[in-house]
């Protein structure tokens, strides 16, 4: 089938047991044993509760994996690879531009954890060569990178990763699986936060690793989130999956109007930064890595640092001033703010997040506060 339709019928997941089109919800926390205590196949709830697996098995497939996990969180996916495979002395590599939660627990983990942790561009080919070593143990990828959107060459950085024995692990969240599938470009493990694009309505925390294999990092992973836990309870599990059967209407959606708010706005003289625009430093690299369009997330640099930016979110009317991304709601964030001193992110910035409303609206709003 195509990604389309293994999305909007959740890989045709009927109930067997009463034709329900919608898979139930679990809620039960154990399972009852047969005569002399054998199992019927299910012990407990933490990994084992039916709901999760569906939203797993739709994901696998629309990232064209060999299995998928979910976790309470994105952040709870993200670090689980590193600290399932690392032990001390290892080296990973992650982006000088990501999501800035995990930059920041990438420092702690690893000075605790005696690993050494090198911050790169991972945009740039030749940076990323030069910082692999032979005791690299991930090359973490954010792309495009938020919130300025660089793109990074997935194939590139993983025959280089591959070449020195490292797993190449690719935060996919922003371009999702509509937009770009990272196993198939050479990528091991792909993480999402699908409380932004996955899940989609802004109503549930959850995050998802998928693996190209299941080898023994895979079963690493899939030991730690059992002994720690970090698990999604049934009623999200549902959420996501609900919100995963209309993911290529939004996620299509938003990305093409983000397309048409970068372009207009660039003509207004605006900065904008979108992989769409002949203007972005990788837009020659991203048809390479993205189809059916440049994804939902733009940023645009207003002038006059911080001050301007933040008048600037105080004169809008329709975009919603609030964190995260990827749902129906068109949101704007100064990250600047939320990062702190040492963030890259220019003080002028302001990530915008395209939901479903009419551009026309979006474009409006935009403009009027820009004036």
């Known amino acids: 089938m195509k990604p389309e339709t293994v999305a909007a019928q959740a890989l045709h ?22 005569a002399g205590g054998a199992l019927r196949g299910r012990s407990y709830t933490r990994d084992e509760n039916p709901t999760p697996v569906v939203a797993e098995r739709v994901l696998a497939a629309l990232e064209g994996g060999a299995a998928a996990l979910t976790f309470a969180s994105g952040m709870a ?17 992650s982006p000088r531009v990501a999501y800035y939660a995990l930059r920041g627990w990438l420092d702690r983990f690893c000075a605790r954890w005696g690993v050494t942790h090198e911050v790169v561009d991972t945009s740039d080919l030749a940076a990323v060569r030069r910082a692999l070593r032979p005791t690299t143990r991930v090359v973490w990828i954010e792309t495009p990178a938020n919130p300025t ?34 196993i198939a470009l050479g990528a091991d493990l792909v993480m999402h936060s699908a409380t932004k694009y996955l899940a989609g309505h802004s109503d549930v925390l959850a995050g998802a690793l998928v693996t190209a294999r299941a080898d023994a990092a895979w079963a ?22 609900r919100g995963m059967r209309t993911l290529f209407a939004r996620v299509e959606r938003s990305s093409r109007t983000a397309h048409y708010l970068a372009g207009q706005l660039a003509a207004r003289g605006v900065t904008v ?14 048809p390479r890595l993205m189809q059916r369009g440049f994804g939902g997330m733009l940023s645009i640099q207003v002038g006059g640092g911080a001050a301007r930016a933040l008048a600037v979110i105080e004169r809008l009317r329709v975009w919603v001033p609030a964190t995260s991304l990827g749902g129906v709601e068109s949101l704007v964030e100064h990250r600047h703010s939320v990062e702190g001193p040492d963030t890259p992110t220019p003080p002028d910035l302001l990530r915008l997040s395209v939901g479903l409303e009419h551009e026309a609206d979006l474009l409006d709003d935009l403009v009027a506060a820009l004036s």
């Open 77 to 93: 996916a993200a670090t689980a690879v590193v600290r399932a495979v690392c032990k001390p002395g290892d080296h990973v590599v």
């Open 220 to 241: 690493q992973i899939a030991e730690l989130r059992h002994d720690e836990g970090a698990c999604l309870g049934p009623f999200e599990a549902y959420l996501l999956l």
């Open 273 to 286: 930064r979108y992989p769409g625009l002949p203007s972005h430093p990788q837009h020659a690299l991203a």
């Open 149 to 182: 959107w660089e793109i990074a060459d997935i194939a590139g950085i993983a025959e280089l990763a591959h070449g020195v024995g490292a797993l190449v692990a690719v935060d996919s969240t922003c371009a999702t699986p509509v937009h770009t599938q990272p």
């Open 13 to 34: 997941a009927i109930d067997e047991p009463t034709g329900a089109v919608v898979p139930p919800i679990h809620l039960a926390t154990t399972y009852a044993r047969l």
